[in-house]
């Protein structure tokens, strides 16, 4: 069973301001999709250093296989969750953000503006998502179908070799 967080970068939801409405839509679809646990979540605000260090924890932590990170992505000023992102991750893995751009283009123009990453800390895969519940729970459509392989492969499962074929065309 694969173990989730979700970490919830906004300033004025942090604040009590508004209530986030992007971690429990993502907390929803894995738990259906997936039947995967939910192991931690919260908010933070936009701070590249609260951002980070929630991120070591949970990856250093060894009770989490991917941490799910939804807002601060675009090009608004307090927008640091990259670059928390990238300052603990020890390996990139851009084929997770590139399909997700890719994907949300044929949704809109703007997604071409998003800066989300995805990385490796540890045997802990991390993925940057929107800030919005669409744009979040869109994205994350977009590679689940990778991400129990992905975790898999961060185990070292003997089995994980077997999974390199899409479905579709092992016929």
């Keep these: 069973?694969?173990?989730f967080a979700i970490l919830t970068s906004s300033d004025r939801a942090a604040a009590g301001i508004y209530e986030d409405q992007s971690g429990p839509a993502l907390e929803q679809l894995i738990v259906?999709?997936?039947d995967a646990?939910?192991?931690e979540t919260a908010i933070v605000p936009d701070e590249q250093d609260v951002i980070a260090a929630q991120l070591r924890a949970w990856a250093d932590s060894g009770e989490v296989?991917?941490?799910?990170?939804?807002?601060?992505t675009g090009f608004a000023p307090r927008d640091v969750t990259p670059e928390a992102t990238r300052?603990?991750?020890?390996?990139?893995?851009p084929g997770l953000a590139e399909a997700m751009r890719a994907d949300s283009l044929?949704?809109?123009p703007h997604a071409m503006l998003s800066r989300a990453v995805a990385g490796i800390r540890g045997r802990?895969?991390?993925?940057?998502?929107?800030?919005?519940?669409?744009?979040?729970?869109e994205n994350l459509r977009v590679v689940l179908p990778a991400l129990p392989h992905a975790v898999a492969l961060l185990r070292e499962d003997?089995?994980?070799e077997a999974g390199h074929r899409h479905p579709a065309r092992m016929v």
């Design 87 to 93: 300052s603990v991750i020890e390996k990139e893995a």
């Design 32 to 34: 259906h999709a997936l």
């Design 37 to 39: 646990t939910i192991v």
């Design 158 to 160: 003997p089995h994980s």
């Design 65 to 72: 296989d991917v941490i799910l990170t939804t807002g601060g």
């Design 106 to 108: 044929q949704v809109t």
């Design 124 to 137: 802990t895969l991390i993925l940057n998502l929107p800030g919005s519940p669409r744009g979040a729970t």
């Design 1 to 3: 069973m694969l173990k």
